[in-house]
């Protein structure tokens, strides 16, 4: 299995799974609203993961991504409240937007270096996001972005941003 099809497990009562390590895509809403998937590791295989993969997960608590992603779709990790922390590795090329809004107990937040825009709206309202680091590589960072992010005390920015979208904290 190389890739999983759009919808395959939403709203099923799936608590823990293990995927194969020839998994490339992740299809939209693949585990959308599976609100007992309590941790997820993604194989070095998974290139993609589509638009609401894991939106709705609220009892996700870990998410260990795939060292080669490229790419996590719009609202990927929307609303996934019981989240912790999240590592978007240096292979990271393309965030979506919206894509860890309102992930409201994120508290930690590592942004690697092959990622050169932060999009609107990617982590509005994780209200108690305390540490950010943006790694160099990151040249913008999109309006509303961290908007709503209340807790946020350590912020490591990019030497290399240029631009700073209305509104971003």
């Known amino acids: 299995v190389t890739a999983l099809p759009a919808d395959v497990f939403s709203d099923s009562s799936l608590e823990t799974v293990k995927l194969?390590?020839?998994?490339?895509?992740?299809?939209?809403q693949a585990f959308y609203n599976?609100?007992?998937?309590?941790?997820?590791?993604?194989?070095?295989?998974v290139k993609s993961i589509g638009y609401r993969v894991f939106e709705g997960c609220g009892n996700l608590?870990?998410?260990?991504?795939s060292e080669q992603l490229l790419s996590i779709g719009q609202s990927a990790f929307h609303n996934c409240v019981n989240l912790t922390?999240?590592?978007?590795p240096d292979s990271l090329t393309s965030l979506g937007t919206r894509a860890f809004y309102k992930c409201e107990n994120l508290r930690r937040v590592s942004i690697g270096s092959g990622l050169a825009k932060i999009p609107d709206y990617a982590f509005?309202?994780?209200?108690?996001?305390?540490?950010?680091?943006?790694?160099?590589?990151?040249?913008?960072?999109?309006?509303?972005?961290?908007r709503g992010c209340e807790s946020l005390a350590e912020l490591y920015l990019s030497r290399e941003l240029t631009a700073i979208g209305d509104y971003a904290f």
């Not at 599976?34 to 295989?45: G, K, Y």
């Open 124 to 146: 509005y309202k994780c209200i108690k996001l305390e540490d950010l680091t943006v790694s160099d590589g990151v040249t913008e960072i999109g309006r509303y972005a961290f």
């Open 34 to 45: 599976c609100v007992n998937l309590i941790s997820i590791e993604l194989p070095d295989s």
């Open 61 to 65: 608590e870990t998410v260990k991504l």
């Open 20 to 28: 194969p390590s020839t998994l490339e895509t992740i299809g939209s």
């Open 85 to 88: 922390s999240i590592e978007l």
